[in-house]
């Protein structure tokens, strides 16, 4: 079982420049959430999704966007890469349809670097 | 503010031995709370999760309690394995809110 997959696992940008961090799960869970992880500090949710064209902001959004098309698919967007989005992101999914404090499946995450 | 404190920071065993990380908590209302396990480069993984009425739970070599009175839990491992060498993360739900509060971890070190 894949579970939750994310692309890539690893990236060097530029600042300015802009990307998108891929995430997709095939357990077909309604619940999907991007969280980044700054070096000794806890998780911090960026945005999540309870569905298909459904989503909003989390603890710290500023500097992202996300989009919800599909219900296995939940692309996190960076537009003008920062030094202070240097972070390892992850990815991670719940079936909100049972309980929406199910537990969370993450993704391997991506680290990334703006120089 | 809803907050989680975790103590300590890091902690160096040896194989074999047991050990107890703790966790604190504010956040309210409060829902359940979660352990991870998070090994080095991959993303979290579930231990357990405690509802307001479950004050033990196990899993394998893993026993976290919780005291809702005091807003504290543990995270009890008996005799530790080399593998058992990750960061352990405490997580709190609030209820009402599809979110969760996360600790800075406790790093564990496990050593031949």
């Known amino acids: 079982n894949a579970g939750v997959t994310q692309t890539p696992k690893f990236r060097i940008l530029k600042i300015g420049q802009s990307m998108t961090l891929q995430c997709t799960q095939d357990m077909n869970h309604n619940y999907m959430y991007w969280y980044r992880q700054d070096p000794g500090m806890g998780l911090k949710l960026i945005y999540y999704s309870v569905g298909a064209g459904i989503t909003d902001k989390g603890e710290v959004p500023n500097g992202y966007n996300v989009s919800r098309s599909t219900t296995e698919d939940f692309p996190l967007r960076l537009e003008l890469a920062a030094p202070s989005q240097t972070s390892v992101y992850f990815c991670?999914?719940?079936?909100?349809?049972?309980?929406?404090?199910?537990?969370?499946?993450f993704g391997p995450g991506t680290r990334l670097l703006v120089l | 503010k809803n907050q989680v404190e975790q103590s300590p920071q890091s902690l160096i065993i040896l194989e074999g031995k047991n050990c107890t990380l703790q966790?604190?908590?504010?956040?309210?209302?409060?829902?359940?709370l979660r352990w991870y396990k998070q090994d080095t480069g991959r993303g979290p993984v579930s231990l357990t999760i405690?509802?307001?009425?479950?004050n033990t739970k196990s899993n394998g070599r893993y026993t976290a309690t919780l005291d809702a009175d005091t807003k504290q839990s543990s995270l009890h491992i008996t005799a530790s394995q080399l593998s058992d060498s990750a960061s352990y993360i405490c997580?709190?739900?609030?209820?009402?809110?599809?979110?969760?509060?996360f600790g800075k971890g406790t790093m564990l070190l496990v050593s031949p």
């Open positions: 966790c604190n908590y504010t956040v309210s209302p409060f829902s359940n």
């Open positions: 405690m509802t307001f009425s479950e």
């Open positions: 991670a999914s719940t079936d909100g349809l049972a309980d929406p404090q199910e537990t969370q499946y």
């Open positions: 997580v709190v739900s609030a209820k009402g809110y599809s979110t969760l509060t």
